[in-house]
């Protein structure tokens, strides 16, 4: 387990099943993901943010139950301890990402960059000795990906960059047990 | 070990407070890690018991679904050892910080791990007392800065898993909150291991060591090889960068286990000892 | 010789007689000393023994003091009757404890030099015995024998007796046995020349099953009797004793006990056991109890029952470790931070130890609350043959919530501020104890309403329950004027005054307080009502318990602290002369 190297642990998946396996788990992870750090915006009172990341966890929500669909799935397979080549799945926001008082820009930059590694993820399936259907279906997926980059985008031009000390707090930290 | 057929999602394992932790805090990933760790297991929450100190870290029980117990600043390792002797049907996962367990704590740490009774310990190590606003902790760096040890402490680093493994623990590994699954693994085999098993999770603080959010860039997966030879463990901590992940050691120490002849028998025999 | 003086000679006999045995350590008056206990006991008396060493870990001078009587005592008398020692090696240390009148004995080897002139202040009758040259005349015989044979024939117990304990005693050295008893012979015919015999009254007829037990030991099995299945501890004098005991009876019933680092993580590990379901102790002196109080705190705001007994040592600080106190009342009740409403408990005499230690876990379980029971080094250590305590009524155990309840709240806010507990295991309960301030569900919270809701509760629990007639003992004439308040191991020596002083005609009430904190104040009241004057006995420098009842009840009529530090216990006499006096203002 521990032991093994982390390209060791995602075989190149045989067949369509295992490839949108895949793809399930990550759509799961962001999605849960996302709804975690909506959750966490909203403590801390960034109800802007914590709406936009509700939004996007229904985004991949619905992606997820795309997949269910597409392969006539009731329970996609277990998503808990998928072995990623990276720490985690290609379309997960990393938690040390977020800060309390971020602004929809910093999360739609966060959300780019996660549909991004989606897309290239599923180019280098498309890319690696897989049998055709599942080419097929890894170019199909990476398509979407790409769109929901330029979809962000779009997004993104709408929303003002933050002014310089957005991070800035003029009160000292409240903890103290 | 608790491990039954019923199977619950992660996220089962997850209770409806709301951690009340800055965002981008290291120990949402133990959170996540921990819950993947007990599905994984396939536990029953209510077989599990998460005993904690004092600490943002330690604020952890209440976010999970199992049992918990948050007690005093530096006890955890106490409050465990005392549950999982007189409960030994229980997981009991302990949990802190670097202040809780090798500071306040610190003699707690040495003993359980010479004791090796059968419970997993999470340290989640920030280099820093979150909770009370930023002061340095024993593994912090001796030039860092804060306002009550201005300049820095001057101190050298506390080892911890030099300490746990000259200390007896019978399972030495480490993690990083930035990848909750690795951590996963890492805690279910901790889990799984008989004895007392030291995690070490490096476990950014966002707000006081912003600076943390770096570790991701330095952390090396896994970067040890297990081993079940303490001296091999040892030699390879020599040259530990402090960011290599894995498990370390996986030793075959018998876990603790009360001695000497037991039985059960009615509390009036105890009586003939003192009559005449 | 022998026969001629095997029965005592001093008519009608006495109905209490004390001893001293002493001498260097490794003379073996410690063991001469438990033999004559255990002969006594034999015998069919009643015995206290306590004991007494100097600062040297080994060899230094030591005594054994022993009370023998015909009904059962609990403190040692105003004066002893004899003295012996095997050699007077800085024996003089104990001058204090071992008080001598004209008609005590004093009795030495006259090869091992004069007896301190400390002990012959007072004029005491003497005699001299060859204890070590009879012993070299016995091959393999030990000086300690002989002088326990020459005690015994002066006190009266019968040779069989004697016998009896060497045999018990050296059980496991069987090829001592034919040596020792030979010197106990020899020390027994050498003594029958001694005209200062202090010879016992008859034993009285056996009535029921006797033991011969350490207070240590019998809050011990109390503990287990309570259900106390799990203790984590670390030694300490005088409490290292009673978790020595415990150690093997809880293995014996099903429970363990664990040494822990130091006290800081006895008390958490008890918590945490405790907090797992298994009814939880730990046991400790003055040093230790101050470790723990920030983790009593803890049990008191987490809910969680346990019990702390405390072998009161003579303090502050490491103070004198094999020394009694009873200076720790005032941190028992009020040293923990916060309004922290807990249980304080103190037994009253050896065989006591076993009733509250058992009731405090009792209590402690029924409360969902820690106790501290406060023994101390004299209860703790006297070894003393008692009548079977009588056997006590089991009160309603921990209330636990055994069956899933939906929106389970394990804080909720009850009648009798009592809440069902969930036990680790139970599903569908699962919650998180909490040291920090919580709601009835136990998410901690900083709203000043739950705070005082929660602090309520634990006082309600603590207030609102019935403590039935065992918060204290009340004896004597209950319409006298005189009242005389006490508690833990002065109640010997004034029960004994309040004896002495009812054959004088005076008549005083006894008050002897089990339950210190809550102190019930208006059955307190009620117990001193119609009161003139009232004495409040106690063993420490600034009058804790005085202090303790002024602060809590209306005390009637005038009131005096007869107050003393440690180190040296009350003796009856002392405590009757007050009353005399008393009765002559
Ligand atoms: C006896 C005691 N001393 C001090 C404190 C204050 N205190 C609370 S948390 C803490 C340090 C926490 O640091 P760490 O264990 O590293 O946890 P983190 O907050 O960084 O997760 C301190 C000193 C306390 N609660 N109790
Ligand atoms: S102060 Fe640091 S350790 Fe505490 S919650 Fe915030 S980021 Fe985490």
């Known amino acids: 387990m521990s032991g093994k190297s982390r390209v060791a642990r995602q075989a190149l998946p045989g067949s369509v099943e295992e490839f949108m396996a895949c793809a399930y788990a990550m759509e799961v992870e962001a999605a849960e993901r996302y709804a975690e750090l909506a959750d966490q915006m909203d403590t801390h009172h960034n109800r802007e943010v914590a709406g936009l990341f509700a939004k996007l966890a229904r985004i991949e929500g619905k992606h997820r139950d795309q997949i269910l669909a597409r392969m006539g799935w009731e329970h996609g397979p277990d998503a808990a301890v998928f072995r990623w080549e990276t720490p985690e799945g290609p379309e997960t926001t990393d938690y040390g990402e977020l800060h309390y008082l971020m602004q929809p820009y910093h999360a739609l930059r966060l959300a780019e960059h996660n549909e991004r590694r989606a897309a290239e993820f599923f180019e280098r399936f498309a890319a690696a000795p897989v049998p055709e259907d599942v080419r097929a279906a890894a170019r199909e997926m990476a398509e979407e990906e790409r769109e929901h980059v330029r979809l962000i985008q779009e997004w993104l031009a709408r929303v003002p960059p933050p002014e310089p000390g957005w991070d800035e707090d003029m009160d000292p930290p409240a903890v103290a047990d | 070990m608790n491990e039954t057929a019923v199977a619950l999602a992660p996220a089962g394992y997850k209770s409806e407070v709301k951690p009340v932790w800055c965002p981008g805090c290291g120990d949402f ?243 003939r000892r003192f009559v005449l | 010789m022998t026969t001629a003086n095997e029965h005592p000679v001093v008519p009608p006999g006495l109905d209490s007689v004390s001893v001293v045995l002493a001498g260097s350590g490794g003379a073996g008056v410690m063991t001469a000393g438990n033999m004559l206990l255990e002969a006594a006991a034999h015998a069919g008396y009643y015995a206290l023994m306590t004991r007494s060493s100097g600062p040297q870990i080994r060899g230094g001078e030591a005594a054994a003091l022993i009370r023998i009587a015909t009904r059962p005592v609990e403190c040692m008398e105003d004066r002893f009757h004899v003295l012996a020692a095997v050699d007077w090696e800085n024996v003089q240390r104990f001058d204090a404890e071992i008080p001598l009148g004209p008609s005590s004995l004093v009795l030495g080897d006259p090869d091992q030099g004069e007896p301190p002139a400390a002990f012959l202040r007072s004029g005491p009758r003497r005699a001299a015995l060859p204890l070590k040259r009879i012993a070299r005349s016995i091959p393999d015989a030990r000086p300690n024998m002989v002088l326990l044979g020459a005690l015994a024939s002066l006190v009266g117990l019968p040779e069989a007796s004697v016998g009896h304990a060497v045999g018990k005693s050296l059980g496991k050295r069987p090829a001592s046995l034919g040596p020792s008893l030979a010197a106990v012979a020899a020390g027994r015919a050498a003594a029958a020349d001694i005209q200062a015999r202090h010879g016992l009254a008859p034993p009285p007829a056996r009535a029921g099953a006797r033991w011969l037990v350490t207070g240590n030991e019998a809050a011990g099995y109390g503990a287990i009797k309570g259900g106390v299945r799990f203790v984590a501890a670390y030694p300490i004098t005088p409490a290292t004793e009673l978790l020595e005991w415990m150690a093997p009876a809880l293995a014996e019933v099903g429970g363990t006990l664990v040494q822990a680092e130091d006290e800081l993580a006895s008390i958490n590990m008890t918590i945490g056991g405790s907090y797992g379901g298994v009814p939880a102790l730990t046991a400790t002196s003055g040093p230790g109890l101050s470790l723990m109080i920030e983790a009593l705190g803890l049990a008191v705001a987490a809910e969680v029952p346990l019990v702390v007994v405390d072998v009161m040592r003579v303090g502050p600080s490491t103070g004198i470790p094999t020394k009694s106190e009873q200076g720790d009342l005032n941190i028992a009740v009020h040293g923990l931070h916060g309004d ?110 739950d705070h005082v809701a929660q602090l309520d509760k634990r006082l309600r629990k603590l207030e609102s329950f019935d403590y039935g007639d065992a918060w204290a003992d009340l004896e004597g004439d209950a319409t006298a004027d005189a009242v005389v308040v006490t508690f833990g191991s002065c109640t010997g020596p004034v029960r004994e005054a309040l004896e002495r002083a009812k054959a004088d005609g005076l008549r005083a009430r006894l008050v002897s307080l089990r339950l210190l904190s809550p102190l019930p104040a208006s059955r307190l009241e009620a117990a001193l009502a119609g009161a003139q004057r009232i004495l409040v006995v106690e063993q420490n420098h600034s009058g804790q318990l005085h202090r303790h009842l002024r602060a809590e009840c209306d005390l009637p009529g005038h009131v005096t602290s007869l107050r003393r530090a440690g180190a040296l216990q009350f003796q009856p006499g002392e405590i009757h002369r007050h009353l005399i006096d008393w009765s002559r203002a």
């Open chain 3, 340 to 449: 922290a409403p807990h249980l304080v408990l103190a037994p009253n005499s050896v065989a006591d130890c076993l009733r509250t230690t058992q009731w405090a876990v009792q209590l402690a379980e029924a409360l969902q609350a820690p106790a501290i029971v406060l023994s101390d080094q004299f209860l703790g250590q006297a070894r003393s043959v008692v009548d079977r305590p009588a056997d006590t009524p089991a009160l309603a155990g921990r209330d636990v919530a055994a069956t899933a309840v939906p929106g389970y709240r394990r804080y909720a806010l009850t009648d009798s501020g009592v809440s069902p507990m969930a036990i680790p295991g139970s599903a569908g309960n699962a919650y998180t104890a909490d040291g920090l301030e919580h709601n009835e569900r136990g998410n901690p919270s900083s709203q000043a309403t």
């Open chain 2, 29 to 271: 990933g133990v959170v996540n890690a921990l819950s993947k760790a007990f599905a994984k297991l396939a536990l029953r929450p209510e077989d599990i018991a998460v005993v904690s100190g004092i600490g943002c870290s330690s604020r952890i029980p209440a976010y999970m679904s199992s049992y918990g117990f948050h007690g005093v600043h530096g006890r955890a390792l106490a409050a465990g050892t005392g549950l999982k002797i007189a409960r030994p049907d229980l997981t009991v996962v302990v949990t802190g910080g670097d202040g809780d367990g090798y500071s306040i704590g610190g003699n707690h740490f040495l003993h359980a791990c010479r004791r090796n009774v059968d419970m997993t310990y999470v340290v989640m190590d920030n280099r820093v007392y979150g909770m009370t606003k930023g002061q340095p902790s024993p593994t912090t760096e001796p030039d860092w800065d804060s306002k009550l040890s201005p300049d820095g402490t001057g101190l050298r680093e506390f080892q911890p898993m030099v300490i746990a493994l000259a200390s007896g623990a019978n399972f030495v590994a480490r993690g990083f909150t930035g990848d909750p699954n690795g951590l996963a693994e890492i805690l279910v085999e901790a889990m799984r291991h008989p004895g007392f098993s030291f995690v070490e999770v490096l476990s950014p603080c966002v707000t006081f060591r912003p600076e943390q959010k770096e570790w991701k860039k330095l952390v090396q997966e896994d970067a040890f090889t297990p081993t079940a030879d303490a001296k091999e463990a040892a030699g390879r901590l020599m040259h530990d960068t402090g960011f290599d992940l894995g498990v370390l050691y996986a030793g075959g120490r018998a876990p603790y286990a009360p001695r000497g002849p037991r039985a059960e028998r009615p509390v009036e025999e105890l009586e």
